[in-house]
């Protein structure tokens, strides 16, 4: 097992668009069958075939009608790409034009099927977007672009994990949390940097996803430690110190706690089951 290949956006032709589209075909012959990590979204719809894909540890079976969206710095490994069809866009985050796709945009990681009643809409807005994307490039291309591609977000519809309690606060306190998880774990920080009280924030959270602020913080740092020991092979006691643990042996304990073994353990059962 290798460490985890790193991705950056290249626009297609050199021309600066925000936004490429690709089929399985040319990703079969791009594929290394390695785990990556980009700094783009990877959006995949699936028209037909079986395959399957890893997303931060969770294996996703693909068919007909699978919708997969892969949002910026999220582990993934297409482990078998089959016989699918379909299409693949790819865009930065800057991209979607309008106010609700970039807040769609701004949420997890997902693999879903898409409905039977908006499937005829969402292949005519890849279909839209596929012609725009291979267009000759004109001034205004990349506005054109964040147009369709926002039409086409909002025609997929992916499950939110925040729906409408989702917005405003919750978004901002997982903006948060992702700019300070590694060095603050107190639901208190987060609460005066946002400007509210912790039992606020913890309401706005709950209603949101069904969790409170601290399981959510929690979650975020027990993924990011498997992420470190499984793609980067840290030892435990630099995988806690690299998240802002006191010592190796309180990391520990709070893996040992959420996820049932101790870091070591998982690393060796993760890695001998890769080989």
Known sequence: MTGIRQLAYQPPRESGAPVETMSFAKLRRLDRGTTERGDFHVLAVVRRGHGRVSIDFA?????????????PGVVHRWDDLGDLAGDLV??????????GSRDLAADASACWTVPAAQWPLVTAALAHLRGEARAVPQARTGELLGLVLSALLLRLAPPSSGGDAGQGLFHRFRT???EDFRVRHDVAHYARKLGYSPRTLTRSVQAATGRSCKDYLCERLVLEAKRLLAHDRLSAARCGHRLGFPDASNFSAFFLHHTGVRPGQWQSEHLAGRV
Do not use: D, G, K
């Open 59 to 71: 294996s996703h079976p693909l068919a007909a009608r699978s919708a997969v969206w892969i949002r």
């Open 90 to 99: 790819l865009f930065v985050p800057t991209a979607p034009a309008a106010p």
């Open 176 to 178: 948060a949390v992702e």
